[in-house]
């Protein structure tokens, strides 16, 4: 999916930014509408599964339910992992559409906690200057 930042392309790496310290200060966020697979953990971190139900239910019947929800748009069954719903626009469902910045920071998948170190091209990332996309 394309940012909806029009400066970079997600989906092509080669024309992601090497990642260095502060780069996201200037960001526009466009990681953040990359898909984010997140396990049980970060469900639970979220506080979108209870520490019980993460204990005492199967993965696929809490894929079940988030899915209902509108808070996972798949599961993979083999991996148990989840990747979170997004936005129309493409955007995380936990990104403030006006500051680009993460509304659940503290509580963030390791996923995001680890960007850009891993992901498609490590340490890299989709970095889009937010005074070139306005």
């Given amino acids: ?20 310290n502060g780069l996201c200060d200037t960001c526009a966020a466009n990681c953040c509408t990359m898909p984010v697979e997140v396990k049980l953990s970060d469900l639970v971190r979220l506080e979108l599964v209870d520490p019980f139900e993460a204990e005492h239910d199967e993965p696929k019947q809490i894929a079940k339910r988030l899915t209902k929800a509108g808070l996972i748009e798949h599961f993979n069954f083999k991996n148990s992992i989840f990747s979170l719903a997004r936005r129309a626009s493409g955007d995380c469902q936990f990104l403030d559409a006006k500051t680009r910045r993460c509304t659940v920071y503290d509580k963030r998948p390791n996923t995001c906690r680890l960007h850009p170190q891993v992901g498609p091209r490590p340490n890299h990332c989709p970095y889009g200057n937010k005074a070139q996309s306005r």
């Fill in 1 to 20: 999916m394309r940012s909806p930042i029009a400066v970079v392309d997600v989906d092509r790496c080669e024309t992601w930014t090497r990642y260095k």
